[in-house]
């Protein structure tokens, strides 16, 4: 929440000439990735960068929820990654080969918000330029209204300017980042016969992000490893009649009591027919027994999300038809992980599935070729998973060592499908997040039970 009508309408103006805070000002979450790791993926991105190049990264805006109530602040992912800062209205300049501020070279500038101690009595510390750059190490930063001045400074002598986030406008009353960003629009356009802006990323931070270096994996596992256990908790925990927004908020009580600060994306649980709904994210109806229920809910651990899905039998027993799809779509995802295998192309996981897939409902009747399989699976298989859900790519997305991606097929049989009614309102989804390695895939989020035998005997345990 802002805290300025706040502050107005309470009438606490007088107490609010606060000192600014002493230190201990910041603790870093001994978990979370270390300045070091930050400054490495900036010093990378720099050897990745044409002669004179220059990225510019904007973290994400403040956004109004509704009146003075905010939406929960979320960096943007590529600033996050190379910066590790969480304060809105930040940005951050790389420059291959340094450029000059306050009569000195340097080759990265943070920009961020001054310290206010109004603004610290109402939402808690902020770093400020100076607290910014000894602690995280960055070569120089500054305030964020001298983003303007700095960037006029730069006379681009080489044509290569990468923006990747510059779309990503502000909310109403977002006076900081919306200035920079005019500023830097402005000065893209002074400077256009100097300069190439672009956003494609595929083969320097999409090269980077896409392949997983060490902590990234160990922040991965984490966020799959509480999702998948949180899968767990609320499968015992339901009951025939469960509505879907409780369950939905047992999933997030799990992610948060074993320490995701976030879901990674919104949940959608969807009983009965609402199981077909591929991103049904309204969880308000009541499930009825014998209803199928497909959850696909994940946490976000240190900005990583995880992307979960299993589909239970509200019961605890799947019936003859529900059982014969979870059976064909296990077989799909089984053998769609195996495929992830270093050298082989992003696409083979989903060529195999998608094959098991057409064959499969051929042989239980619902379709006559291969090719009306799309009227019943009408997504791809696999996506990239990281900082995003669905992460940033590369040029070349050739599987190797590092990369995480989802599998995840499904069948989703509407009311009123063209074949026996006895298949309608049948939806399963079984996502798991799969991290490919020299030995082959390693699933991540393999804690919650796949095969529909230990889905209901995980179900059954609960009643004991
Ligand atoms: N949870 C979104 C997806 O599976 O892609
Ligand atoms: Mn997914
Ligand atoms: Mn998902």
Redesign the pocket.
């Known amino acids: 929440m802002r805290f300025s009508l706040g502050l107005f309408i309470l009438g606490f103006g007088s107490f609010c000439q606060a000192q600014l805070s002493q230190e201990p000002f910041w603790t870093w979450v001994p978990d979370k990735s270390a300045p070091p790791v930050f400054q490495a993926r900036r010093e990378r991105l720099r050897s990745l960068m044409p002669a004179g190049g220059i990225g510019v990264f904007f973290t994400n805006p403040e956004q109004a929820r509704n009146n003075d109530v905010d939406f929960a602040f979320r960096p943007d992912s590529n600033f996050l990654y190379l910066t590790g800062f969480e304060e809105p209205d930040s940005a951050v300049i790389v420059a291959k080969d340094g450029i000059t501020v306050d009569g000195k070279l340097v080759h990265e500038v943070l920009f961020c918000n001054n310290r206010d101690a109004g603004a610290e009595t109402w939402t808690g510390y902020r770093f400020g330029p100076d607290r910014a750059q000894s602690a995280m190490g960055y070569e120089l930063a500054v305030a964020n209204d001298r983003f303007k001045a700095v960037l006029d400074g730069i006379t681009p002598f080489s044509p290569r300017l990468q923006v990747l986030s510059p779309d990503t406008l502000p909310g109403r009353n977002r006076y900081a980042l919306s200035n920079m960003i005019t500023a830097f629009q402005a000065w893209a356009a002074t400077n256009k016969d100097k300069l190439e802006l672009t956003s494609r990323t595929g083969k320097t931070l999409g090269a980077m992000r896409f392949v997983k270096d060490s902590e990234e994996i160990r922040l991965m596992k984490k966020a799959c490893e509480i999702s998948a256990l949180s899968h767990v908790e609320v499968m015992k925990s339901c009951k025939p009649t469960s509505t879907e927004f409780e369950l939905s908020a047992l999933m997030e009580y799990g992610f948060k009591k074993h320490g995701c600060e976030y879901i ?2 919104p949940n ?1 649980v969807g009983s009965g027919g609402n199981s077909c709904v591929l ?1 049904y994210e309204k969880n308000e109806r009541t499930a009825k027994n014998g209803d199928l229920v497909l959850m ?1 809910c ?1 946490g976000e651990y240190h900005g990583y999300s995880s ?1 979960v ?1 299993r589909t239970f039998p509200v019961n605890g027993k799947y019936t003859t038809e529900q059982r014969a799809i979870y059976d064909l779509v296990y077989e799909a995802q089984e053998a769609g992980i195996q495929a992830c295998k270093s050298g082989s192309s992003f696409n083979t996981p989903h060529q195999v599935a998608a094959k098991i897939l057409g064959d499969g409902l051929i042989k239980l009747g619902i379709i006559k070729t291969a090719g009306e399989l799309g009227r019943y699976f009408m ?1 791809g298989t696999s ?1 990239s998973i990281g900082l995003d ?2 992460d940033l790519m590369t040029s070349d997305s050739t599987l190797r060592p590092g990369v995480m991606l ?1 599998v ?1 097929p499904g069948i989703y049989i509407k009311e009123g499908s063209p074949c026996d009614k006895k298949w309608w309102n049948i939806g399963v ?1 079984i ?1 798991d997040d799969i991290l490919v390695t020299e030995k082959g895939p390693v699933n991540m989020s393999v804690a919650a039970p796949r095969t529909s035998k230990d889905v209901e005997k995980l179900m059954a345990s609960k009643k004991k």
């Open positions: 990674g994306y959608i991103h696909d994940a992307d899905t997504h996506h859900v669905h989802t995840e989804r996502e």
